[in-house]
């Protein structure tokens, strides 16, 4: 179940401030791409583990279009978010570049 929750939020990871996005939930920084995992359910901002969720790929393929691919830096759970129209561009390549990378 999804519950809007889009507001403003001071990024944990590269401290500037996020505007709301006005379409949907905002759920990451779209700066860095980073975000917190704080949902259990899309919005609900139940999840205990409060951990900083790292990007480690983006998805360009998935039938819900761009996904950014997180690893939580606290309990490692892997978790997927829709890429947002104001996510920085560079950014997303830079992930994308250091995945394959990795994975090589």
């Given at each position: 179940?999804?519950?809007?929750?889009?507001?403003?939020f001071i990024c944990k990871n590269c401290g500037k401030k996020i505007e709301k996005l006005?379409?949907?939930?905002?759920?990451?920084c779209n700066?860095?791409?980073y975000s917190l995992h704080v949902d259990?359910?899309?919005?609900?901002?139940?999840?205990?583990?409060?951990?900083?969720?790292?990007?480690?790929n983006v998805i360009s393929h998935s039938k819900k279009g761009e996904v950014i691919v997180y690893r939580c830096s606290r309990c490692g759970k892997e978790v997927r978010n829709i890429v947002a129209l104001d996510d920085d561009r560079e950014q997303i390549y830079k992930i994308i570049?250091?995945?394959?990378k990795q994975i090589k």
């Open positions: 179940m999804f519950i809007k929750n889009d507001n403003e006005n379409y949907t939930s905002r759920d990451h700066f860095c791409l259990i359910e899309p919005g609900d901002r139940k999840n205990p583990c409060k951990g900083l969720l790292v990007p480690i570049e250091e995945y394959s």
